[in-house]
């Protein structure tokens, strides 16, 4: 298995203003998943990021917005950038245990409030 | 696109009952589909996963059945317990063979 500390926990935010999330493996990973599940709705996926090279986004998802990082193997940190309350979700980082077609781990998720 | 739907956003039983969830697809023909638990303020946590050539997969009380003509997927948990009062999430890998993409989630909650 895998465990994934992701922090902060929740933040309440001003608008306009940006906020770094950072999610730590303990072990090394090829790809790390970020996704946002705003109230009541299930996981969407934000974007793909691996080790190297730049995050691979979803349709409606954007680098200006949500700016990644992946420094190495075991951390990656997704920015929310310019942010309004329609930003105000809980978002997540996630691994695969050994790649495609094998279980997913998950950060206790990030809830983030914009005000 | 893929779409994934589970039909039911809530569902009510009482403690002792078979609990059956129903996850439905279309567009799509995955190799494997996943069931994961999550509770209020945490990430999900990974329950089974069944692949395309398995018609049933057990783990203790939970009992998973993936029916590819049909495009669908159902979730058991027999003699269910108010500890299992969770959302039950279904998931499929992304049609691009990239990350996982998922249900709207069934709201279980058992009654004592």
């Known amino acids: 298995s895998a465990v994934i500390s992701q922090k902060p926990s929740r933040d309440i935010c001003q608008r306009g203003t940006s906020l770094t999330i950072q999610c730590q493996v303990d072990?090394?990973?090829?790809?790390m998943f970020w996704y946002r599940q705003q109230p009541g709705q299930s996981l969407t996926l934000i974007a793909t990021a691996n080790q190297g090279s730049e995050a691979t986004y979803e349709s409606g998802f954007v680098i200006d917005k949500f700016p990644i990082s992946r420094p190495n193997l075991t951390f990656s940190t997704l920015t929310v950038s310019n942010m309004s309350p329609e930003d105000s979700s809980i978002y997540l980082c996630s691994v695969e245990r050994a790649g495609k077609g094998t279980e997913a781990f998950f950060g206790q998720g990030t809830r983030l409030t914009v005000v | 696109s893929q779409k994934i739907e589970q039909n039911s956003e809530a569902l009510n039983i009482q403690e002792g009952k078979t609990a059956t969830l129903t996850c439905n697809y279309t567009?799509?023909?995955?190799?494997?589909l996943q069931w994961y638990r999550q509770d209020p303020g945490r990430g999900p946590v990974f329950l089974l996963l069944i692949r395309e050539n398995e018609k049933e997969k057990r783990k203790e009380r939970l009992k998973v059945t993936f029916d590819t003509t049909l495009k669908q997927s159902l979730f058991h948990i027999t003699a269910s317990q108010p500890a299992d009062s969770a959302t039950y999430l279904c998931?499929?890998?992304?049609?691009?063979?990239?990350?996982?993409?998922f249900g709207k989630g069934t709201t279980l909650s058992v009654s004592s």
């Open positions: 072990s090394q990973v090829t790809m």
């Open positions: 567009n799509y023909s995955p190799a494997y």
């Open positions: 998931a499929l890998e992304g049609q691009a063979g990239t990350a996982l993409i």
